[in-house]
């Protein structure tokens, strides 16, 4: 099979050739002719390493079922998005154990969109219990590290969690990380309240990435010495950004990316609410909360206090290069090549021979929306937009 389109990266029109899976050539295409429709804009698929839940399904609810994975999956396609990382956050240790059994055996059944799912996120129970920082996690749930727990999660999750976020100033969590580095797990540092010199701690240990930096801190923060300038700062972690225009006002998300730029990722960090029709809706975290037409989701009791995210990573792109002076090769590195090579995930996030064939195609014009026009996972067509 074949797909035509302009690289999102070099602006060349290319010709990519998949079979079994695989991208087996990319090469050079003609340009099309005067009057002839524009070719869509081209990438490698997009990965979105923190989907809480999007399209009306939920990932952590009581009871997570296949159907609800199942759900996610098809309504992340229609985005762009052609792998991911469930993420599942803190609650009672056995309702995060039989979620990480329910998308194991969703991907070892080999079910609808399974090859999607490229691990799991797990991020909690071992957070700063700390108002604002914690974030929406629940302050019950919230604990110290304990490696022999998790493992016994990662058991139950068949080994598909590849990411951890974690307070690097809980008891017990500088050893914790490097044993999870040790064992192959990227480690994320964030909902943190730690000092500098448990940040410094962290990265020695093996801490990579920044979770959704500037965001899951308290309100309140002193001026220059803290946890957000200190991981801004280093150049040795990776940082994951939301571009919804929401959770990072546009002059600190362009302030951020221009610090991080080779290092920034986008993330949605969607929450069920995602890619549904504006509207008040009920929510078991936050409970009454109303999306707006915009993407902003809050509370219904105050505006100004936001409910997670509702935006897919199609919107995140869009906003980058409308908030900043990124290109929308850059935007689309953050959502291809970078995740990739900070997961170690070899096979994906670029558009070359012997990739996995994962594909993301969309038109795009300067200053408006992303609009997906078809999205493959290794090698099948998953989504396609109707003439």
């Known amino acids: ?34 009057g002839a429709e524009d070719l869509p804009w081209i990438s490698a698929g997009w990965i979105d390493l923190q989907v809480n839940g999007f399209g009306g399904y939920d990932l952590n609810g009581e009871m997570l079922t296949p159907e609800d994975l199942e759900g996610v999956v098809r309504a992340l396609h229609p985005k762009g998005v052609s792998a991911f990382l469930p993420t599942i956050i803190t609650g009672p240790i056995e309702q995060m154990r039989r979620a990480f059994g329910t998308i194991a055996g969703y991907v070892r059944e080999g079910r609808f969109g399974s090859r999607s799912i490229v691990g799991i996120h797990m991020e909690g129970p071992y957070l700063s219990g700390e108002d604002g920082s914690r974030g929406a996690h629940p302050a019950a749930h919230i604990r110290d590290p304990d490696w022999d727990e998790f493992q016994r999660l990662q058991e139950t999750a068949e080994g598909l969690i590849r990411m951890v976020t974690i307070a690097p100033e809980r008891k017990g969590a500088i050893p914790f990380i490097r044993r999870l580095s040790d064992a192959g797990v990227v480690v994320a540092i964030g909902h943190t309240r730690a000092g500098a010199e448990q ?13 959704h930096l500037g965001n899951g801190s308290e309100p309140m923060l002193p001026r220059h010495p803290n946890y957000i300038w200190q991981q801004l ?3 040795r972690l990776w940082a994951t950004f939301i571009p919804d225009g929401h959770h990072l006002a546009p002059p ?20 069920r609410f995602g890619g549904m029709a504006p509207g008040a809706y009920s929510s078991p975290i936050g409970g009454q909360v109303v999306l707006q037409a915009n993407g902003l989701l809050h509370t219904a009791a105050n505006p100004n206090i936001l409910a997670g995210s509702a935006s897919s990573l199609a919107d995140g792109i869009a906003n980058a290069v409308r908030f900043t002076d990124l290109s929308l090769a850059e935007a689309v590195q953050a959502v291809t090549i970078r995740p990739a ?38 090698g099948e067509s998953v989504y396609r937009q109707l003439a």
């Not at 940040?199 to 979770?211: I, K, P, W």
């Not at 558009?351 to 408006?368: K, N, S, V």
Request: proline fraction near 3%.
């Open 199 to 211: 940040l410094e701690e962290a990265v020695q240990a093996g801490a990579r990435v920044s979770t």
């Open 341 to 378: 090579r900070v997961m170690g995930f070899e096979a994906l996030g670029a558009l070359r021979p012997g990739m996995r064939a994962d594909l993301t195609l969309f038109r795009y014009e300067p200053g408006g929306a992303v609009d997906v026009t078809e999205t493959v996972a290794a």
């Open 252 to 271: 600190v998300l362009k302030a951020m990316l221009r610090v991080k730029r080779d290092k920034a990722l986008f993330v949605s960090d969607s929450v």
């Open 233 to 235: 700062a280093d150049d």
């Open 1 to 34: 099979m074949m797909w035509k389109g302009r690289d999102a990266v070099t602006g060349q029109a290319v010709e990519v050739t998949v079979s079994q899976e695989r991208i087996v050539d990319v090469r050079s295409a003609a340009e099309p002719q005067t």
